[in-house]
């Protein structure tokens, strides 16, 4: 006879009400977090078009403690830092450091870091950069897809992968705007990635926009900007515009790709939603 029952059915009851689906959302077996189900065309119908702030806003009470952000502390990053902080102060952070970054880039971090009050959470590749060179060479400078494709995995998608795992979260913020790359052109303000929401905010905005939210808020651009710099990631694949360059995104990864990994669909699933919405 078990000695205590009704402690026993209680601790039943408590496991059945914890693992059972309710009908509006997933359940999430590896963080224990839920992941409501979202009518994610409703939601683009009525938030398109939306200012940021209420797409944050939105974020933050649809979401709660399963919201992050990340960051690559690049050129504009400090317009998407400075935007979700003023609503969602101690939001995580996250930032993969490849172990490749400019010195610049580590500085500029530091600054905004301690400016906006920002509650960072660094995540790197468990292969140190010695260790892959030593393995594999090194990838970057073979400007081969293949090559590139490997490095990014170990340096960046494996990361981000752990970092949104580690952080249980539901829902992603991310600095993507369309005029950025061919495969951006074509993303909803609200989707998914990974199994969980994404949320682009400036989804909408343009160069000059960003130069305006910049302004208005005293912030400063990545000190490469001022080099001829548009864009920059690490110190071996990143290079100043010029006037050779069709597009910005010329300027990195030798000219092969535009994606480094982190923004791509990691499901088949993922891959056939985007695919769907280039038709």
Same mark, same amino acid.
């Given at each position: ?6 402690? &026993?059915? /209680? ?9 059972? &689906?309710n ?15 979202? @009518?994610? !065309? ?11 702030? *209420? ?7 649809? &979401? =709660? ?7 690559s &502390?690049?050129? $504009? ?7 979700? *902080? ?34 960072? !959470?660094?995540? $790197? ?17 073979? =400007? ?7 490095? @990014? ?11 949104? !795992? ?16 061919? $495969? ?7 989707? !998914? #990635?990974?199994?969980?929401? =994404? ?14 939210? /910049? ?6 651009y ?11 990631? @690490? ?16 300027t990195?990864? #030798?000219g092969?790709? $535009? ?17 769907s919405?280039?038709?």
């Open positions: 006879l078990i000695p205590n029952i009704s402690s &026993f059915l /209680l601790v039943i009851t408590m496991l059945k009400e914890r693992l059972v &689906f009908k509006n959302e997933q359940y999430n077996y590896q963080d224990y977090r839920y992941i409501p189900e979202l @009518d994610l !065309k409703a939601l683009n119908q009525e938030l398109g078009q939306g200012d940021a702030y *209420t797409l944050v806003k939105w974020g933050y009470e649809t &979401f =709660k403690e399963g919201l992050v952000m990340s960051t &502390f690049g050129i $504009q990053a400090a317009v998407m830092l400075h935007l979700v *902080t003023s609503i969602v102060p101690h939001i995580p952070v996250i930032w993969i450091d490849t172990g490749y970054l400019p010195a610049e880039t580590y500085k500029f971090a530091e600054e905004l870091t301690e400016r906006l009050q920002l509650n960072v !959470k660094v995540y $790197q590749s468990p292969i140190s950069p010695g260790r892959m060179e030593a393995l594999y060479g090194r990838l970057w400078a073979e =400007k081969d897809i293949d090559a590139l494709n490997r490095y @990014d995995q170990i340096r960046k998608v494996e990361p981000m992968q752990r970092a949104l !795992k580690d952080l249980k979260a539901t829902a992603w913020l991310a600095g993507l705007r369309r005029d950025q790359t061919k $495969q951006r052109e074509s993303l909803d303000r609200i989707g !998914k #990635h990974s199994g969980i929401y =994404k949320v682009l905010p400036i989804l909408s905005w343009n160069a000059r926009d960003i130069y305006r939210y /910049l302004m208005a808020h005293d912030l400063p990545h000190p490469f900007f001022d080099l001829g710099y548009t864009t920059v990631g @690490d110190w071996h694949s990143s290079r100043p515009l010029t006037a050779d360059d069709t597009d910005e995104r010329d990195r990864f #030798h092969l790709k $535009q994606e480094c990994g982190l923004h791509l669909p990691q499901t088949e699933e993922e891959a056939q939603s985007l695919d919405s280039l038709l």
